[in-house]
């Protein structure tokens, strides 16, 4: 009994260790922008590496979306649906409209003058491919529009998710059905079909894939990320595990027909949570790879996962521990020999062995889970997308930053340094609360694309101006993509900086360390304009105090030796007086603290009439709204 109590406290003090908020929190404006007219249900995002366009697969159309630093113009190619499919749709009586409709759910460049884009096609899949710079549909000698039935490469239904990854011309394609069963196929290129067996999965939903490229492209791989229904919750209480499968992109299939199935595919549970005490995330909601180096062999995957208490964790797997785990497989509840060599799934472009195909066929899981503890989760609220981005600091040290899109459309800047996390900060890019559905990362650039079903927006990764005007706030910010400028007394990008040929800027990332921006002993400048307000006494008096840091902690102080606290309301730490007003007035400063970092962020230096003036009382309130806005 004692156990369990030592466990579940400690669960708990572990809990409260991971649990993270962001330390700024920011509405950028003047961003390149785009409103949807009616909302998108459906939409699926596509964008080339160093390009200023954004493909969106919609409902009936694709749009092109070319963006500079202020404006959005955009190209509208529809994708029409025929009177007969959608009629015969219709008399099927789906309860659910958006079944009967043409939703774009496929957009994928095949080489570098085409992209194919599938639609629903009102539950007959159609795909078209783009040519001409990818602004006009392909057409044949006769005019008419090149088209591919789409079956087998995305779901007949909206409803369901497809994932599709293009690998040097051929598509892979995960798919879910209503029925419960779903897999993953090779099915459009110059290598063989291939497809998963229903018997595989168990009413699985598929989240994201990857290509993993190695130096020897014979041993490239393709991942796919999906849940499962869990058949058994006896211990963890959860519908639903996560995998993560794996086929080689050499596979030439069990056998010489058609279909044929996978002869390198298996699959690995993912585990995100806190095994001691059977507490999961269970559900994984969306992964991202990031090669580090240029390198998968020495990327990270980031996952999103739900629990069933409705928490979203963040979860990381280094890419070397997920290929022990695929190099060395035992199979779940197999119970028979296999050869040393070849292994199971393993990549090899020589024929596979009956005994390891037909394993693999009956027990195409591996026993061992790749499991981790979260980075860190969030009670309020909830994650929905993450991308993520390798960044060269001022040191030439690399660090990892995550883009977390949330289901109220704000978006978390998150450090991931040395297994420990700190969140930068927080966006509201949009002017609708709406889940972000897709975000897509340009490091060439330098941009990040964000979408939710009413609006689009893109946003600079390098977002430095938005710290403030000193040297401590810029560095204090621990951002990788900023630093302080000597030179030009600016916090700005560490990368324009360093091409510029200027000082390298001053940057503390992995700690708070002000103490780059002065020299010697003693305390920094302070950042601090004294205000000036004569009020009557017995005046209702609101002193503003904006908040820089919502790490920081807010103090009053009164003449410098009483000291008074506040609360954070609105993005401001006021200081208030229902009618009880120190007689003689004073100076009120407003102090934020934060791990050695002190910054005077208020100054007012308050006299008192005796008489009593409502005229004066209401400048007093309407001073004190000017200075806010003054201050923020």
């Not at 040519?131 to 239904?157: C, F, R, V």
Request: glycine share 8%; charged share 20%.
């Amino acid at each position: 009994m004692l156990k369990a109590a030592i466990l579940t406290l400690a669960h708990l003090l572990l809990l409260g260790a991971v649990e993270h908020s962001p330390r700024l929190r920011f509405t950028p404006t003047d961003l390149p922008h785009v409103d949807f007219q009616l909302p998108q249900k459906f939409t699926v995002h596509f964008h080339d590496q160093g390009s200023d366009v954004l493909y969106i697969g919609a409902t009936g159309s694709i749009l092109l979306l070319s963006f500079n630093e202020t404006n959005v113009s955009h190209i509208v190619i529809p994708l029409f649906l025929d009177d007969n499919t959608m009629d015969s749709c219709k008399s099927k009586a789906s309860p659910n409209p958006d079944v009967c409709k043409n939703v774009i759910t496929v957009v994928q460049r095949l080489n570098s003058s085409t992209i194919i884009v599938c639609g629903t096609h009102a539950e007959n899949p159609i795909c078209w491919f783009l040519q001409n710079n990818a602004t006009q549909l392909a057409k044949d000698n006769e005019g008419h529009q090149l088209l591919k039935d789409g079956k087998g490469i995305l779901s007949p239904s909206p409803l369901q998710r497809s994932v599709t990854i293009a690998v040097e011309g051929s598509l892979y394609s995960a798919i879910s059905d209503t029925e419960g069963s779903g897999g993953i196929q090779r099915i459009y290129g110059r290598l063989r079909n291939l497809k998963t067996e229903d018997k595989w999965f168990h009413n699985p939903r598929f989240v994201g894939s990857v290509w993993v490229q190695m130096e020897d492209s014979n041993m490239d791989e393709v991942y796919f990320f999906f849940s499962e229904t869990e058949s058994s919750t006896a211990l963890i209480g959860d519908p639903f595990k996560s995998s993560i499968g794996r086929v080689c992109k050499v596979d030439e299939g069990t056998a010489r027909t058609t279909p044929d199935s996978w002869s390198t595919f298996l699959k690995s549970r993912l585990v995100c949570g806190f095994p001691e005490e059977s507490k999961y995330f269970n559900r994984i909601i969306d992964a991202f790879v990031l090669p580090l180096e240029h390198d998968f062999r020495k990327g990270m995957v980031y996952g999103i996962f739900s629990s069933l208490w409705n928490f979203t964790a963040i979860c990381a797997y280094s890419q070397t521990h997920i290929e022990a785990v695929f190099k060395n497989p035992k199979l779940k509840g197999f119970t028979g020999s296999l050869p040393a060599n070849p292994k199971p799934g393993k990549c090899t472009t020589g024929s596979v062995p009956k005994n390891v195909l037909a394993a693999i066929r009956s027990y195409p899981e591996i026993e061992e889970a790749i499991n981790e503890y979260p980075l860190y989760f969030i009670k309020q609220g909830n994650y929905t997308k993450v991308t993520a981005d390798s960044v060269k600091g001022a040191n030439q040290k690399f660090y990892q930053v995550l883009f977390v899109g949330m289901g109220n459309g704000k978006i978390h800047k998150v450090l991931h340094s040395k297994g420990k996390i700190f969140i930068i900060s927080e966006l509201s890019p949009f002017k609708i609360e709406a889940p972000i559905s897709s975000m897509t990362l340009d490091s060439s650039t330098g941009y990040l694309f964000v979408g939710t079903p009413l609006e689009t927006v893109r946003l600079p990764l390098a977002n430095c101006e938005e710290y403030g005007s000193s040297c401590q706030q810029c560095v204090a910010a621990r951002d990788p993509y900023c630093g302080w400028d000597q030179g030009t007394g600016k916090c700005v990008p560490v990368s324009e900086a360093v091409s510029s040929n200027s000082s390298v800027p001053l940057q503390s990332v992995e700690q708070l360390n002000v103490s780059l921006c002065y020299d010697g002993a003693g305390d920094p400048t302070l950042d601090g304009r004294s205000q000036e307000l004569t009020v009557d006494s017995g005046t209702y008096l609101y002193l503003p105090c904006p908040v820089k840091s919502y790490h920081a902690v807010y103090t009053w102080s009164y003449n410098q030796k009483e000291q008074f606290n506040c609360t954070i309301r609105d993005g401001s730490c006021t200081l208030f007086f229902n009618g009880h007003l120190p007689t003689s007035g004073g100076l009120f400063q407003c102090l934020a603290s934060e791990d050695g970092l002190k910054e005077v962020v208020a100054i007012y230096n308050v006299r008192v009439n005796g008489g009593s003036s409502p005229s004066l009382a209401i400048a007093a309130v309407l001073f004190a709204l000017v200075a806010a806005c003054a201050l923020i």
